[in-house]
């Protein structure tokens, strides 16, 4: 139980398009989701925070308008980057947690690739 | 800021021997939970073991252990019988409140045969 998955495994996207990765809860509902961004040889840096239903909240320094969150329902966030630039290639991971549970369970990761 | 800290950007060990991996943090919170992830080469986050900061007793896993020393906001991570799979990267990850998780830089464990 308690699977998360993320599709596509591997984005290349070319530099001023966008770009969409989604993640999804199989087996439990979602109440909310974690975003997370990692570059190579670094640890996870939290970019925000989905709840169902209701805006995303962002950590300081990610901009909003150009990675958007998106948690329609309890299975399901998305991530756009919007305009991508090389500088946002990255391997992006999503995590989920049910209401009241305090486990994160993550995904396998996106690794995006802006050329 | 409320961090967490790694010391050891990386470690060895040789298959069977006992390594520990040390993480200290910093919290305001009375009631938060510590988490040990390893991350393999497929970079999917697999959790390892969970500690309540309520909980006096330390968590076990199998071969895996911990060492929680709250006042001195210490978690440390002792993987006994080493074996090579379990090189990876190691996190130490903690949340509180608002369930965001704050992870350290992380150790890269080498398991020599």
């Known amino acids: 139980g308690a699977v998360v998955s993320q599709h596509p495994s591997w984005v290349i996207c070319k530099s001023g398009t966008s770009v969409k990765i989604e993640c999804r809860s199989l087996?439990?509902?979602?109440?909310?989701m974690f975003w997370y961004r990692q570059f190579p040889k670094q640890s996870l840096m939290l970019m925000a925070t989905s709840n169902e239903g209701s805006k995303a909240t962002y950590e300081q320094g990610v901009e909003k308008d150009k990675f958007l969150i998106n948690h329609a329902s309890l299975t399901l966030s998305t991530l756009t980057v919007t305009s991508a630039h090389p500088e946002d290639s990255s391997f992006y991971i999503c995590?989920?947690?049910?209401?009241?549970?305090?486990?994160?369970?993550f995904g396998p990761g996106t690794r995006l690739t802006v050329t | 800021a409320q961090t967490v800290t790694q010391s050891q950007p990386e470690m060895s060990v040789q298959e069977a021997e006992t390594v520990t991996l040390s993480c200290t943090y910093d919290?305001?919170?009375?009631?938060?939970?510590l988490f040990w992830y390893k991350q393999p080469p497929s970079r999917q986050m697999i959790l390892v073991i969970r500690?309540?900061?309520?909980?006096?007793q330390n968590a076990t896993e199998n071969r895996f252990s911990v060492n929680f020393q709250k006042a001195a906001k210490s978690f440390s991570l002792k993987i006994s019988d080493s074996q090579l799979g379990d090189a990876a990267m190691y996190f130490c990850a903690r949340q509180g409140g608002s369930e965001k998780l704050v992870f350290g830089k992380g150790t890269k464990l080498t398991v020599n045969p």
């Open positions: 087996d439990f509902q979602a109440t909310t």
């Open positions: 995590s989920a947690n049910s209401g009241g549970a305090y486990e994160q369970y």
């Open positions: 919290t305001s919170e009375s009631d938060y939970y």
């Open positions: 500690q309540e900061a309520y909980k006096q």
